[in-house]
């Protein structure tokens, strides 16, 4: 069975967003995405395509493989 929590990385890049101390328009201005679209993220609304995984890293400072790490290693504690 497919695991439902890996299909939604919404709290985790709320938090991700938040421990780097950025309002969403900050994330959203780096991204140069609306901040509609972060918000839609964060409550679980939208999944990213693969491009825009790499623009949320690049906009939160890291590369996408940690931004990947950090989304699994958020829904491994909360197991």
Avoid: H, W
Wanted: overall charge positive; charged content about 35%; some cysteine.
């Amino acid at each position: 069975m497919k695991n439902k929590r890996l299909t939604k990385i919404g709290p985790a890049l709320k938090k991700l967003r938040k421990d780097k101390k950025m309002t969403q328009e900050e994330l959203a201005s780096r991204c140069s995405i609306p901040r509609s679209y972060i918000s839609s993220l964060e409550n679980d609304m939208k999944l990213p395509k693969l491009r825009t995984i790499f623009v949320l890293a690049s906009g939160l400072g890291m590369k996408a493989s940690e931004l990947m790490k950090e989304i699994e290693s958020f829904y491994l504690d909360q197991a």
